[in-house]
């Protein structure tokens, strides 16, 4: 199941005009996710090269925000000198981290708030090779994703949104993890899930750069690619398991395939534990509209969640999202009058599929990727950059074929008389 593309809206975002800018300050970690995007091989840049790509992104991408990743960004020696470069130029520092720096270290986290930090989205996930918590589910991770959100909620003031990478193995607790966000949604702002991806080692490929073929070293391949087919349609699919009343409102297709979705986002309201519908297309479109028209770039993140209920009064203006959910939230008062003394939140769910070899063996990426980063003067895709530093430039995947037949056989074969030169 999927949400047809005629009932979300297509995100304007573009190369040199998008939220989103990538900064890849290290590729060094402190633990071990499966399918990591990064080699732990070239260690920390200095801060004239990150100052140098935070300038460049601001120009060529026109940012709102500047999400701060590795490898681990926290373990960076000038951490709190980026966030803080990052902050003084107006743009809204977002740090990707594993939460391992920050486990039990309030004054840390103090101090990154002073630097100017936006906020946080912890990866946490079954598959991680994390200190004391390996082998555990995604049930049992539930107690670490909900220390770290009371920490930067006691701290305050900032935006937190947990991702988690989704595998056929850890498919079916989508539901779980987004009925327990809802309960908690007035310290969790939002969740992230991404399809696991990478290049498939069956055989079916061979890959080559420039023509000439190399072999593949990159951090992000699988033995097979039967953990390849997760995509946001399935996900979106769990997410409705979860609540009814979700709708993914906005979209980034594919660059090579019609049909992909492979940004999807949705932003629900509720009250803790209950929610009662989602942002509509036309809300959606008022919100990037008017925030561009206001301050000249488009918008990915919010800090606070908090939502006043005359905000509901906006429904004649977007009939299937807060229309629907304004409804929705009368029939409840009706049955639990109490829950009109409860604060409403919004809390944004995304899914990201990328990318993805076609059977041809094209590569379907994000169509106006939002998370493309600085590589040699030049923007590249922030989930290949390892290609472009090993190999000098993208992988390509060219199908093994099994049996390759002479064209002079196959014209034979159809009764053609071939010319004297070529018999």
């Not at 520092?93 to 930090?117: C, I, R, S, Y």
């Not at 997410?239 to 660059?255: D, Q, R, S």
């Amino acid at each position: 199941m999927r949400p047809p593309k005629s009932a979300m809206y297509r995100l304007p975002w573009s190369l040199n005009d998008n939220p989103i800018g990538w900064l890849e300050v290290t590729d060094k970690c402190n633990i071990y996710c499966r399918g990591c995007y990064r080699l732990n091989r070239y260690g920390h840049k200095t801060l004239d090269e990150i100052k140098n790509e935070i300038d460049y992104l601001q120009n060529w991408r026109n940012c709102d925000n500047i999400s701060i990743a590795g490898g681990e960004p926290l373990i960076h020696p000038n951490i709190l000198e980026i966030i803080r470069y990052i902050h003084d130029k107006g743009m809204k520092p977002l740090v990707l981290t594993n939460g391992v720096k920050l486990w039990d270290n309030k004054p840390f986290l103090q101090e990154l708030k002073k630097a100017g930090v936006f906020g946080f989205t912890f990866h946490i996930d079954s598959e991680q090779n994390r200190p004391h918590w390996k082998g555990k589910t995604e049930e049992d991770l539930f107690a670490l994703r909900l220390e770290y959100a009371k920490m930067v909620a006691e701290v305050g003031g900032m935006h937190v949104s947990f991702g988690s990478t989704i595998y056929p193995s850890n498919l079916d607790m989508v539901p779980r993890i987004v009925r327990w966000a809802n309960q908690h949604i007035d310290l969790i702002h939002g969740l992230v899930f991404i399809c696991f991806r990478g290049a498939p080692q069956d055989g079916k490929f061979n890959y080559t750069v420039e023509g000439k073929p190399v072999k593949v070293e990159v951090g992000y391949t699988a033995e097979d690619d039967h953990e390849l087919h997760v995509t946001s349609a399935d996900i979106y699919e769990k997410i409705k398991e979860a609540n009814p009343n979700y709708e993914a409102v906005a979209y980034l297709g594919g660059t090579q395939t019609h049909d992909a979705v492979k940004w999807m986002l949705g932003v629900q309201f509720g009250v803790k534990g209950r929610m009662y519908g989602s942002l509509g297309v036309r809300g959606m479109e008022v919100v990037q509209t008017a925030y561009h028209m206001l301050r000249g770039s488009y918008l990915a993140y919010t800090k606070g969640n908090k939502l006043t209920k005359a905000a509901l009064l906006l429904g004649p203006l977007d009939k299937k999202g807060i229309g629907k959910a304004h409804g929705n939230y009368w029939r409840d008062i009706l049955r639990n009058p109490t829950r009109a003394f409860q604060q409403f939140y919004t809390q944004s769910i995304g899914v990201i599929q990328a990318p993805d070899i076609l059977d041809d063996g094209r590569q379907d990426m994000c169509d106006s990727c939002p998370d493309m980063t600085f590589w040699n003067g030049k923007l590249v895709h922030s989930c290949r950059l390892d290609e472009w530093r090993l190999y000098g430039n993208y992988l390509q995947a060219q199908p093994v074929t099994q049996d390759i037949v002479p064209v002079s056989e196959i014209a034979l074969a159809e009764g053609e008389q071939l010319p004297v030169e070529a018999k």
